[in-house]
């Protein structure tokens, strides 16, 4: 571990192409070719577990002995991760970045430094020699890959507030593009695992990390069978649950009502549709007067909302929960509620009407059942 610690220095001196560093070029996935149907999707890791296993791995044990959920050659693909969020710790890219990094090289080459697939593409990110990366030789060097990915992701403008599968997206420009998503789970764990045996490494994930292993992107329904949904329409084929709970279903009924209305910041929700802005939804009044007309008080903000009624995990979500997203599980900047069918219903942001969204664009920090 002395000469792991030794050679994070050594990171920031590898060579990158200062050239169209922001280059966010189509890459390719040999991986991303099977089919979803076989992917593991992996909610309920246990993160102890993962971290005592990398920890043995890192320290030099037989890697014969050792499983990890996820991963079928640790002993190959641990110290490819480990090279992933070392690049990104010595870049000071936040913890968040290094998550996407994994849950990438995850869906594109499952943590292998593969000499080959799709055309051209090459390495762990499998990315393209022939659309600018660098020559074949550099795709296939893991730290030099690793720092021509986060260079592009931190090009991207607010990449901190899309989920794992935009950001990820946003620097691959991949023909699987919702696929990043269940990985997120397992790449979360290794990061903690691995960032853990840098001194000082993470301190910047707080709830966040801790909430992000047990809080999935990976459920039943995504509403992605839904297809493309216009904005402030409601999804052909969507009912909402028969078994949903009496005062879910009036609130869904009464937040439904509102689709089209623009959002406005600091708005109250007491009268979306009429000539006053200031009577129009933002996200979590939105939320309050919904649940009003239910017969039941919800405080004003996201950020006091998170704390409403008891916490539920993703997998056991029922119509009428709350969402949450963005900023951190303790502190989250928007609020939504969960329809059922993998869809829920949004005051968005400014500029943008009340409408209904597919579970799979959101990052789940947290869920609220407020009945």
Request: proline letters at 6%; hydrophobic letters at 40%; glycine letters at 10%.
């Amino acid at each position: 571990m002395k000469a792991l610690a030794a050679g994070i220095g050594v990171v920031v001196l590898s060579p990158f192409l200062l050239g169209g560093a922001a280059m966010m070029m189509a890459t390719s996935s040999e991986a991303a070719a099977q089919s979803s149907a076989s992917l593991p999707c992996l909610p309920d890791l246990d993160t102890g577990k993962v971290t005592e296993q990398v920890t043995k791995i890192l320290d030099g044990a037989d890697v014969s002995d050792i499983a990890i959920e996820g991963l079928d050659l640790p002993g190959e693909q641990i110290p490819n991760a480990q090279t992933i969020v070392a690049t990104g710790i010595s870049l000071h890219v936040p913890t968040r970045g290094q998550i996407v990094a994994l849950a990438t090289v995850m869906q594109e080459s499952r943590l292998r430094n593969l000499a080959y697939g799709d055309r051209d593409s090459l390495g762990l990110f499998q990315q393209r020699p022939s659309q600018g990366w660098g020559t074949a030789e550099q795709v296939r060097d893991p730290v030099y890959a690793s720092e021509r990915f986060y260079k592009a992701l931190l090009q991207v403008s607010g990449w901190q507030q899309l989920t794992v599968t935009q950001a990820a997206q946003a620097v691959q420009k991949s023909g699987y593009p919702d696929a990043y998503a269940q990985w997120k789970p397992l790449a979360t764990a290794l990061q903690k695992a691995i960032a853990a045996t840098f001194p000082g490494a993470g301190d910047d994930a707080g709830q966040e990390a801790d909430d992000a292993s047990s809080l999935s992107d990976c459920t039943t329904q995504d509403g992605s069978s839904f297809g493309k949904i216009p904005e402030g329409a409601v999804p052909k084929g969507y009912k909402i649950p028969r078994d949903a709970d009496p005062r879910a279903r009036k609130a869904i009924v009464w937040a439904m009502h509102q689709l089209g209305t623009m959002y406005q910041w600091g708005g109250t929700c007491t009268t979306p549709h009429g000539p006053d802005p200031m009577g129009r939804c933002d996200c979590s009044s939105l939320m309050q007067q919904a649940y009003t007309k239910a017969g039941i008080q919800l405080t004003r903000t996201t950020y006091t909302q998170v704390n409403e009624g008891k916490a539920v995990s993703v997998k056991a979500m029922e119509p009428g929960d709350l969402i949450f997203s963005r900023g951190t599980a303790a502190r989250p900047e928007h609020v939504g509620m969960y329809l059922g069918e993998g869809l829920v219903i949004e005051a968005p942001r400014t500029g943008r009407p009340v409408r209904i969204t597919p579970l799979k664009d959101w990052d789940v920090l947290a869920v609220r059942r407020v009945l």
